[in-house]
């Protein structure tokens, strides 16, 4: 009743082309901002943080990189885990080599390097498609967590073979390492998460976007029409390895701590955010934040509900918790396979209608 | 009064200019291993003119307009554009230079609303580079609006105001004809390439996508190569008429000459072996 464009009138083009058209969608946009930013920091704790705020902020940005890529251009990339630990050892590096810059440099550069290995290994992509290409994706996984584990340059001749973050502030605030407040680590990883989808929300729905776009729906037509397809699929490596890199680097030097590559950006890292791309929707930013707070909030949801609710023991909860998600998915995706995104947009569409059915 | 179409430029019975060479193809020859799918063909096309290629199924239509949209590469022969040879290109740098083209099986990105798709047809006025398009405040977000000014033009001009916002997979066949057309317009080509605009449509939806293609060509003054199967329209609405048959051409002039060229009366209604 409440939800609709009538009478909010569109007298240029720039208001009609903003990302939420409908005045509500716009005020909730806005508060969900505002208990983002100053609210929710006073409130978090370390519980909060840890398992459910910090994995959530990471992997969202981690699925936005890959649905630019996977949801918006159509190249399939099972390498996500590998571009991940680019970031994350190239953050190492980095903070190791110039402990005088600041971190968020750092995450930047790391998310660069990223984006320069992500073209490199996006090029097979000129000539394969589809399976084939994931499969090629598939090998950069493998290779790159291969290539931390052998080559000890990139733990610093670390005994343990693992790297770990120091201690690193921003404006005086320690964001990194043990000693970090459990508000530090939400903030950056929010900040880094709005700026990430602020720049995807700005690329997907200018040329770059429909270039994408174009490649992924009929890539002869997008070449004749005069979309260059190396500099359209490179350009999506790029940027998607670039929010992936960052992804990594976040994830290590802020979530957890310490790493390993094969431990922690293994093949299943790949699978989790290729997942939460398809559940919350391909070509959609709405999408890969829903996507990636399912993931993220089942399996802590469903363990609260199973051991904390109902008593069962943990091992046997933690067992089910596996085949429940994997059930959720499977029949979820049955239902809708467009994903969280489709059906928040039907949502909307029907709000529209409320109170009437047409 | 007879008009001199060899003439730099002339002006037609209907009062439209028509001018100097624009593409002119030199001894075409495409072959796809031992297939000669076009054999030695040559012929022009001008400023501001409808030109028809015509010939029955398999004649080589469409490898014509590929090999002149660039998708396809000549073994033999030149194309010459606005004066001078093209060298090798790939499609997008084809389309760089001013063509636009249309598909014989609708090529649009389903994915995409309409106001997207026909966009997505300016891409070559558009430069505003990845670092500026991340920000979008400044120059992209400048470039976008004055860009959805000139696509608002076509859309109106198509008369497909009311479906701006639509997704294109679900629109109906012709509606979607029509929308491939506005973003080959939304180009602004210098040369616009039509396979079958009316392939598949009613009597109506013919009589539209004519009016829309005069139109076109009267206030734009765009140049068209078009293929079309319904000798009526293409009788009525061009300039000059290319027949091929099997790969070669066996007639070239305006509507009567062609209708009244017996190797393609013989072409389209055969000939009697005896």
């Known amino acids: 009743m409440f939800y609709r464009e009538a009478g909010d009138f569109k007298t240029s083009y720039r208001d009609d082309n903003q990302t939420f058209p409908i005045r509500l969608d716009r005020a909730g946009y806005w508060i969900v901002l505002f208990v983002a930013f100053c609210v929710i920091p006073f409130f978090v704790n370390d519980y909060w943080v840890n398992s459910i705020f910090a994995p959530f902020f990471i992997y969202a940005i981690a699925a936005l990189g890959l649905n630019i890529l996977t949801g918006y251009a159509g190249q399939v990339s099972l390498g996500t885990g590998g571009f991940m630990a680019v970031g994350a050892y190239a953050c190492y590096k980095l903070m190791v080599a110039f402990p005088d810059i600041n971190i968020v440099f750092h995450v930047l550069i790391a998310g660069g390097i990223t984006a320069a290995v992500g073209v490199a290994f996006g090029l097979p992509s000129l000539r394969i498609k589809g399976f084939y290409l994931a499969v090629a994706t598939l090998a950069a996984q493998f290779f790159l967590v291969w290539l931390f584990n052998k080559v000890a340059w990139f733990y610093n001749y670390s005994a343990s073979g693992q790297i770990n973050a120091p201690e690193r502030t921003v404006f005086g605030i320690i964001v990194t390492g043990p000693n970090t407040e459990a508000w530090a680590k939400y903030m950056i990883c929010l900040v880094f998460l709005v700026g990430v989808a602020w720049v995807a929300r700005n690329l997907t729905r200018g040329m770059t976007g429909r270039k994408w776009m174009g490649i992924r729906d009929m890539d002869i037509a997008a070449e004749i029409i005069g979309v260059n397809p190396l500099m359209a699929k490179m350009s999506a490596f790029a940027v998607s390895s670039f929010f992936v890199g960052i992804a990594g680097a976040l994830f290590f030097a802020v979530y957890l701590g310490a790493a390993e590559a094969g431990e922690s950006f293994g093949i299943t890292k790949s699978f989790l955010v290729l997942f939460m791309v398809i559940i919350g929707g391909l070509g959609s930013i709405f999408g890969s934040f829903a996507g990636a707070a399912f993931m993220v909030l089942m399996p802590v949801l469903l363990k609260n509900v199973l051991v904390g609710t109902m008593g069962w023991p943990t091992e046997i909860a933690a067992e089910l918790e596996f085949i429940i998600v994997g059930g959720l998915i499977v029949i979820f995706l049955i239902l809708e396979p467009h994903g969280l995104a489709q059906l928040w947009r039907l949502t909307k569409e029907k709000l529209r209608l409320w109170p009437f059915p047409h | ?274």
């Open chain 2, 1 to 274: 009064m007879t008009t001199d179409m060899n003439a730099d430029s002339y002006v037609t019975a209907d009062g439209r200019t028509i001018g100097p060479v624009v593409m002119d193809l030199k001894n075409i020859t495409l072959r796809f291993g031992g297939v000669v799918a076009i054999k030695d063909i040559s012929f022009n096309i001008r400023e501001g003119e409808i030109r028809a290629i015509i010939g029955p199924n398999g004649a080589g239509k469409s490898s014509m307009l590929n090999v002149i949209s660039g998708f396809y590469k000549p073994q033999e022969g030149e194309v010459w554009f606005r004066g001078s040879k093209r060298p090798q290109m790939r499609p997008y740098q084809v389309a760089q230079q001013g063509l636009a083209r249309t598909f014989q099986n609708i090529a649009l990105f389903d994915g995409m609303t309409v106001l997207d798709n026909i966009m997505t047809g300016r891409l070559n006025k558009m430069n505003a580079n990845l670092l500026q398009q991340a920000i979008w405040k400044g120059k992209a977000e400048k470039e976008e609006l004055e860009n959805r000014e000139a696509c608002e033009k076509v859309i109106d001009f198509l008369e497909i105001q009311h479906i701006r916002k639509t997704p294109v997979g679900r629109l109906p066949y012709g509606l979607k004809k029509r929308v491939e057309l506005a973003r080959a317009l939304a180009a602004e080509p210098s040369l616009l390439l039509l396979d079958e605009p009316m392939a598949g449509m009613n009597v109506e939806e013919k009589e539209d996508m004519s009016r829309f293609i005069l139109d076109m060509n009267d206030e734009f003054g765009t140049t068209i190569a078009l293929i079309e199967h319904d000798m009526g329209v293409v009788m009525d609405l061009s300039d000059r008429v290319v027949v091929m048959d099997y790969g070669k051409k066996i007639g070239d002039g305006t509507p009567d000459e062609v209708r009244n060229n017996q190797d393609v009366i013989d072409a389209y209604l055969g000939v009697s072996h005896d």
